[in-house]
């Protein structure tokens, strides 16, 4: 067969498409609608590496502390910034003081001119929030007038909060860590960080597993309407044309539909992107500039998608023998065939099985094995459930008419039941995978703090000519906190340069000393060392802690800067004193405890205050309440609420990004669903208002309906956790992880597929209930 | 007004319009048990419309219908339609069968519509379709038969509950003469032997031949000709 004939037939499809009149119409632009949502998900997809990448070179550009032991000295070209950042509510804030030293201090990505003191520049969506009222606490803790915006180029996200504010006397303070002197901005050492096999497998099997479901709603959508366009396509046998130039006139149809999605999914991409940039999910927002899809995967959709659509309607036409007189399917279709369903998965097993206990010591993952494998036991499951709906339902017995009604109707077209259901099994057998493999490599990516949330709440850390006391005092007034715990901590060596031994210091009243040491009597100016604490330093406390020993506080080590070095020499008079799990962070700690008396006040100035607060949570926004009082005391005060685990950010980015995608393809299927639904109602007006004419009841017809949807979808459920349970375990043989089902996971997920089913047939019904009017029976 | 005495089934001054088009314009209409009424007229005359109207599938705009002495516009619909599931059947141009139903579970479904078991329902649905002819189509489904033998499978449906009233609308529309003729024979045969109302729709007059009394329809007026001649 010539190609001329090939184009010359899908070419009439084409036309045929646009040129049916209103239902021609309504035909082409439902599979439009259908296959544009697809493609507008699949751009947005491809586009997501290339927001991240931007995300993340934007987040480069900007770096400024990086902990570096190297020290700058003072020059016309160089900034002390300080990481001045804070959280508000939920949401971070990022935030920098600013103190320039020189004519050629760097300015930061997107700042024009330095704020002076007194003065900042914030994000577009601060300076939003700063003047709403539900920012008012915020701009108590951040009152400096604001003097201008940064630019797209400063920030990572439109939705991000953060602000450059003016400071001076910022070099006193700098200490290597939130304060330092920087001559540019920039990640120095920008490929440092080597990629973890495990998360690049967690991202290249939730691409797949996102993008998998969508390629089956695509070959879903192009086949809406089909059983009006096999009438029309009798039509056509009926003036001749035979059965292949039918079946290509119909892929060219589908490939219309197609074409006009395309144009529809740009359109949509376009509107997706635009919205992308006023909406913050998970946390994440972008730019629309951002999300720019790499060219050679747009131009692959643009050609797979019609490809796909011409392949589809020809492979699901193979069966179906269109008579002139009317389309004539075998009054019973040629029983499905087990073996070549059951061969993808297998052969998906196949792929993946040379993986298995490769871990993350051996290397990455072959990426190739990893997304085919993937991708046949997905799609596995499109080819098994018409096999497993066919089987059962034959088998299923009788019942109510509804249940009949429903029943015979599956038996008869059990295909376009199960073609109905096949986006969602996809995406939840995929999804409980995922799952799975989240939950078992979870405590690989997730650390106790050790921080015990029943002693206190939240922590100030102070600078360290900040008295703690009086700190602690301005704190103890903050509406919301119970009590406060103020220490001072240091550190002492035997050398005021490079120590071999030391330990810490403590300063505290005895009722916070009490908090993190068991005392016996404690009255002002005693003085204590801890004795067989888990962490004492690394030298015996009787030594450390006899009189006369000679000690320096803060000192100094080699390549880093020149520290206080204050001399102190141990006391006569030292109490021993017990240790016991403490407020710091869980492990009992050793080392000389001093009440504030006991403190000569030459270590003062090396000591860092920490205040630990015991909150009321009841109270609103008493996180918040406590951060602006830190604010308050001093600029510099970081705060941090406490918790107990904290996780690696990649690893919560990408489960973030495994939600966001999972709740798009949901949404998008259940969009499918109930466009197909809606036009297997139309195609059958008649025959309900006939039923509806003779007395059927529409609670009855009602019932059919979701009995219709249901039967399928549990089957299809049930198909998916099987996948789906399989799929999470070779994943976790692949990662060494050992198998663990997560039940209430594997619950939610088909909870939710089941949900969207059951909303699509919600929304089904008032056009359902309209289309059983008897006036449905009129022709005129 | 009163309905003509003896009347099974009657209208007056019924009007019904969709939209700007008056499908039925004050037509006027009576039956009475056993008796056939072919209702005629041309193509987008009201004849359908006035069917629907007087099987209370669709409520007329005005008029009154009468049904056994009962006002069925006064009937809600859940009323209407429990009155078109135990006292009238129907049968329909291109005989509307359930396609994933097989014939005999077609047949059955108005009784068990009504309550009745599957059994018995099929039971009864099989000596109707021996009756009809089309016994030997039971397990197969309605697009495996032709449109003669799915149209007699349609009739025997119409009359498995027993009706009083039989509504058929064009119900030879789809079939060609030889067909045609042995469906309304059937239809006729049946519906008379159980003394049941037959209104038949249609503008073909052999079909109408079959009948006792003609009804012309014409731009929604009727007109029984049996006056006239």
């Known amino acids: 067969m010539s190609v001329r004939q090939w184009a010359r037939d899908l070419a009439m499809g084409v036309r045929f498409a646009f040129t049916g009149g209103r239902e021609g119409w309504t035909r082409a632009v439902l599979t439009a609608v259908g296959v544009g949502l697809g493609v507008a998900l699949l751009l947005l997809t491809t586009a997501i590496p290339n927001a991240l990448a931007v995300r993340h070179d934007r987040e480069a550009a900007r770096t400024d502390i990086t902990f570096s032991s190297e020290q700058l000295p003072k020059a016309d070209d160089t900034l002390v910034v300080a990481d001045v950042g804070s959280d508000f509510r939920d949401d971070s804030v990022r935030g920098r003081a600013l103190d320039p030293e020189g004519p050629r201090a760097p300015l930061p990505p997107g700042v024009e001119k330095f704020p002076a003191v007194g003065e900042m520049v914030v994000s577009p969506a601060l300076k939003k929030l700063l003047e709403s009222d539900s920012g008012a606490l915020l701009r108590e803790r951040l009152p400096d007038r604001i003097v201008g915006t940064i630019g797209e180029s400063g920030l990572i996200g439109s939705a991000e909060l953060a602000f450059y504010r003016g400071a001076d006397d910022l070099a006193s303070h700098i200490d290597g860590g939130s304060i330092a002197r920087i001559d540019r901005f920039g990640d120095p050492d920008p490929s440092s960080e080597r990629s973890d096999p495990v998360l690049l497998l967690l991202i290249l099997v939730v691409f797949v597993v996102l993008l998998t479901p969508v390629a089956v709603f695509i070959a879903a959508a192009v086949r809406f309407g089909g059983e009006r366009r096999d009438r029309r396509l009798a039509a056509l046998r009926l003036v001749g044309s035979d059965g292949g130039m039918t079946r290509r006139i119909a892929a060219g149809e589908a490939m219309a539909g197609a074409v006009l999605g395309l144009v529809f999914g740009a359109v949509f991409f376009m509107i997706g992107r635009r919205l992308a940039g006023t909406a913050e999910v998970f946390r994440i927002s972008v730019f629309p500039s951002y999300l720019n899809p790499s060219p050679l995967l747009a131009l692959l959709v643009g050609v797979a998608v019609p490809a796909a659509a011409v392949l589809v309607t020809l492979f699901a036409l193979r069966g179906v023998v269109i008579e002139p007189l009317g389309v004539v399917r075998a009054g019973r279709p040629a029983r499905r065939r087990l073996w070549w369903r059951l061969l993808l998965p297998l052969a998906g097993l196949a792929m993946l099985y040379p993986m298995i206990g490769n871990g993350r010591d051996n290397g990455d993952f072959n990426q190739y094995l990893v997304t085919g494998g993937v991708v046949l036991l997905l799609v596995g499951v499109t080819a098994l459930l018409p096999w497993i709906v066919e089987t059962v339902v034959a088998r299923l017995g009788s019942g109510g008419v509804a249940w009949q009604l429903a029943v015979r109707r599956l038996q008869m077209s059990s295909g376009t039941a199960a073609r109905m259901v096949n986006g969602i099994a996809v995406a939840v057998a995929g999804a409980i995978a995922l799952q799975m493999l989240f939950v078992g490599v979870d405590d690989d990516y997730t650390r106790s703090t050790g921080q015990d949330l029943a002693q206190a709440q939240m922590e100030v850390v102070l600078p360290s000519d900040l008295l703690v006391a009086t700190a602690a005092d301005k704190l103890r007034d903050t509406e919301g906190v119970k009590a406060v715990y103020g220490y001072s901590e240091g550190y002492l060596g035997d050398r005021p340069k490079d120590p071999e031994h030391g330990t810490t210091v403590t300063v505290g009243d005895c009722a916070s000393l009490r908090a993190m040491a068991r005392i016996d009597s404690c009255t002002d100016g005693d003085l204590f060392a801890v004795h067989g604490a888990e962490w004492d330093g690394d030298e015996d406390m009787t030594k450390l802690a006899a009189p006369g020993r000679k000690f320096y506080v803060d000192p100094s080590y080699e390549g880093g800067p020149k520290s206080k070095e204050i001399p102190w020499a141990v006391p006569q008079g030292v109490k021993a004193a017990k240790p016991r799990k403490g407020l710091l962070a869980g492990t009992d700690r050793g080392g000389f405890l001093f009440t504030p008396k006991a403190m000569p006040d030459a270590l003062a100035p090396a000591l860092t205050g920490h205040a630990f607060l015991k909150l009321d949570e009841s109270v609103a926004d008493v996180h918040d309440r406590v951060r602006t009082a830190a604010a308050g005391i001093d600029p510099l005060a970081d705060t941090v609420t406490w918790a107990e685990t904290e996780r690696t950010g990649r690893f919560d980015a990408i489960r973030t990004g495994l939600f966001v995608g999972a709740a798009c393809v949901l949404a998008l299927i259940g969009v499918s669903l109930l466009v197909s639904q809606l036009e297997q109602l139309r195609e059958r007006k008649k025959l309900l208002s006939a039923l509806v004419a003779f007395g059927t009841r529409r609670r009855t017809l009602s019932l059919s309906v979701l009995w219709q949807t249901a039967i399928p979808i549990a089957l299809g459920l049930l198909l998916a956790t099987v996948v789906g349970l399989t799929l999470g375990t070779v994943l976790l043989k692949m990662t060494n992880t050992p198998v663990g089902v997560d039940w209430a996971g594997v619950l939610t997920m088909t909870g939710i597929g089941a949900g969207v089913v059951l909303a699509v047939t919600l929304f089904s019904l008032p056009p359902l209930l309209r289309l059983m009017r008897p006036e449905g029976l009129r022709t005129e | ?229």
């Open chain 2, 1 to 229: 007004m009163t309905p003509p005495a003896g009347s099974l089934l009657s209208a007056e001054q019924l009007r019904k319009a969709y939209g700007p088009t008056l499908a039925l314009d004050g037509a006027e209409f009576s039956i009475h048990p056993g008796e056939v009424v072919a209702v005629m007229g041309p193509s987008g005359s009201g004849k359908s419309t006035l069917l629907h109207c007087l099987a209370g599938i669709v409520p007329p705009d005005s008029g009154t219908i009468t049904y056994n002495g009962r006002e069925l516009s006064a009937m809600n619909d859940s009323q209407r339609s429990a009155l078109r599931r135990s006292d009238f059947g129907f049968v329909f141009q291109f005989g509307q069968l359930v396609p994933e139903l097989t014939c005999v579970e077609n047949v059955a479904l108005p009784l068990r519509l009504n309550g009745t078991s599957r059994k018995e329902a099929e039971r009864a649905a099989l000596t109707w379709m021996e009756r009809l002819e089309v016994d030997d189509l039971r397990k197969k489904r309605p697009g495996e038969v032709s449109g003669g033998q799915g149209q007699r499978v349609a009739v025997a449906r119409s009359l498995v509950t027993d009706p009083r009233v039989l509504f058929a609308d064009e119900p030879t529309g789809a079939l060609d003469s030889l067909n045609g003729e042995r469906v309304m024979e059937l239809l006729t045969d049946a519906a008379r032997s159980t003394n049941a109302a037959v209104v038949l729709v249609t503008h073909e007059a052999r079909v109408a031949a079959y009948s006792d009394r003609e009804v012309v329809v014409r731009d929604g007026k009727s007109r029984d000709m049996e006056r006239v001649v």
